[in-house]
């Protein structure tokens, strides 16, 4: 039987949902221990203000202001007679600005705030009756469906649903909400939870609220996979930051929040909103980037395979960027990757990078590295390119870091001349010199690529005009061998969405293998630079693994024992990297070349035996 939710929503196809009532009527001023519900009876014209706000921002369905509005949770306010009353005036409310733009409207029920029976002391038919005087209500005051939203207690979800049977007959949509492990805060994964709430008979089935858009989508692509409902996402803005004494939402910003839009419609997403944190401007975002966009019947499996036709579009022209430049014309760039140096003493890296540009190296790329008191790849990066003459690319990691505080590095590092940045996650920290070190991330890569985008854009975190634009070209990680491939490669179109310039692979130790794996990201279009390692011994091969290759295959595990039998690792260290950049030649944009320090020194003669073939 079809869908009433999907009758309901006929050529739209996919619906936009507006975004946080509590949000916008804090921002006015509403202090957060009134009752936002009983505004509908106190300040009517307040409400229905900023239900035409998200008219306007174009939403296809706004929800009443209600989500409150139980006699459990009015009570803590004194209203709890008013329940009634409170409803079918959020409903008449929210009906008088939607109907003359021919918009539906959605009545808000969230739980109880109270504990049902067995582990508290209200009983199952308390809960349902509760539910049901302020569905009553709802139905009365003319909504077009009714969302359940926020839920986490499954039996209480339940007797909702079973109070809306009771009552009416509209669509009904269920939402729960999920934390930043991809669960119920009680344990229950979204496909264990999809199921037991597809039994129930429901139109539609989702995640809202919760930690962010990126968990949201997460537990979207596992309830799709185990139901057959229509499903919906309504995420927060990210995790609120308390600013001088405010809950601001800085962390996912409208682009931001527009570019998961577009994730939500291409996983099978019908019904796609913002909660908390999220405003008009968030959700005229959101709408502009699905306007365009139509669902398929069923939206792709894992282990499809993208096209296998490799088109590189084109670089962005970023002025004093060599390596934008060089990717541009297509001129396949070589850099070699240092680690910066632990402690002060930059002077060492400095001399044999001078002594590498005189042999035609022209790109360094710096990381941090793991272990000791290694100085900011950023001090590096810059002091290589005044002293050594050499540009510089660095490694900036998302953890440990503030929002606030990557954007001001991004700043730096622009005012500094450095303009080409590879932005990281970043490992966790598990064991090392630091063992009460934190593995603190407010935001990830995906997150970090769609701000720099933004500041390259001449717009901060918050969407305000910088005056002046930044000129970095972003460089994103990819891990061809990951052990959970899908994953990866979910990951790695979300950072080219947000912005990603090229890609910067893990250590390749099989050319074939990395060939076979490009196809898969065909669709992504920008240049693939691989980072080919010399390696120097069997052991080296294998401990490559600790930072990301793949099993070194066993003819190179064989050649290399061979070698060091023979007494002939430096030569045939230098053949085995020729030979897979030689490989590679025609399949990638442009190669990192990563030496052990002491090992430096062979990178002349390997850029020697490339550039002969």
């Not at 002046?468 to 891990?479: E, K, M, R």
């Not at 091969?541 to 064989?558: H, K, M, N, S, V």
């Amino acid at each position: 039987m079809k869908s009433k939710l999907i009758e309901l929503l006929g050529e739209r196809g996919v619906a936009v949902c507006d975004g946080a009532m509590g949000t916008m009527l804090y921002n006015r001023g509403v202090f957060v221990n009134r009752s936002y519900d009983e505004l509908n009876l106190s300040n009517p014209s307040l409400v229905s203000g900023v239900h035409g706000e998200y008219v306007a921002a174009g939403s296809d369905l706004i929800e009443t202001n209600t989500f409150a509005a139980n006699r459990f949770k009015l009570a803590g306010h004194g209203c709890e007679e008013l329940a009634v009353s409170i409803n079918r005036e959020g409903a008449r409310l929210a009906c008088e600005v939607a109907r003359p733009a021919g918009v539906l409207v959605a009545g808000s029920i969230g739980p109880l705030g109270v504990r049902i029976e067995p582990w508290g002391p209200v009983a199952l038919e308390e809960a349902r009756a509760a539910f049901r005087e302020q569905i009553e209500a709802l139905r009365d005051g003319g909504v077009d469906l009714l969302i359940f939203e926020t839920f986490y207690h499954l039996p209480e979800l339940e007797q909702a649903v079973l109070a809306a049977q009771e009552v009416c007959e509209l669509p009904l949509v269920a939402q729960v909400t999920v934390t930043e492990e991809g669960a119920t805060p009680e344990g229950i994964a979204p496909r264990a939870f999809g199921r037991t709430l597809a039994d129930w008979g429901l139109d539609g089935i989702g995640v809202n609220c919760g930690v962010g858009p990126g968990a949201t989508l997460e537990a979207i692509e596992e309830l799709r996979d185990a139901i057959e409902v229509p499903i919906t996402a309504q995420p927060n803005a990210g995790q609120p930051r308390n600013v001088q004494g405010r809950n601001i939402y800085m962390s996912s910003s409208p682009d931001f929040m527009a570019s998961y839009a577009r994730r939500f419609v291409k996983a099978g997403v019908r019904l796609i909103g913002g909660c908390c944190g999220t405003t008009p401007d968030h959700i005229r975002a959101m709408k502009e980037a699905v306007v365009a966009l139509r669902p398929t019947s069923r939206p792709p499996r894992r282990g499809d395979r993208a096209a296998s036709t490799i088109e590189i579009q084109s670089v962005p022209a970023v002025e004093r960027s060599l390596l934008a430049r060089r990717l541009a014309k297509g001129e396949w760039p070589i850099c070699v990757q240092v680690r910066a140096p632990i402690g002060p003493d930059v002077g060492p890296t400095v001399k044999r990078f001078r002594e590498l540009k005189e042999a035609g190296v022209e790109l360094v790329s710096v990381i941090a590295g793991r272990g000791g008191a290694r100085m900011a790849p950023f001090a590096v990066a810059q002091i290589l390119q005044r002293e050594a003459g050499v540009e510089a690319i660095a490694e900036l990691p998302c953890r440990h870091r503030t929002l606030l505080g990557l954007q001001s590095e991004v700043l730096g590092a622009d005012a500094l001349d450095l303009h080409n940045l590879i932005l990281v996650t970043g490992p966790p920290v598990m064991l090392g010199d630091v063992p009460d070190a934190t593995a603190d991330l407010e935001v990830d890569s995906i997150g970090l690529t769609n701000m720099v985008r933004r500041l390259n854009e001449g717009r901060d975190v918050a969407g305000q005009p910088l005056g002046q634009a930044t000129s970095i070209l972003i460089g994103v990680h990819l891990d061809p061998f990951a052990v959970d491939l899908e994953h990866e490669l979910r990951r790695f179109a979300w950072k080219v969405e947000a912005g990603a310039n090229y890609a910067l692979t893990t250590p390749v130790l099989s050319a074939e293998t990395l060939i076979e794996f490009l196809p898969r990201i065909a669709s992504s279009k920008i240049p693939i630079v691989a980072t080919v390692p010399l390696i120097t011994s069997y052991r080296g091969a294998e401990r490559l693994r600790t930072y990301g290759a793949a099993r070194p295959p066993q003819a190179l595990l064989d050649r290399l024992q061979r070698a060091e039998r023979e007494g002939s690792e430096r030569e045939e260290g230098v053949a085995i990297a020729t030979e897979a950049i030689r490989a590679l030649r025609d399949h990638v944009q442009g190669i990192q070349l990563v030496t052990p320090w002491n090992r430096l020194g062979e990178v002349p003669a390997i850029l020697a035996e490339v550039a002969r073939s």
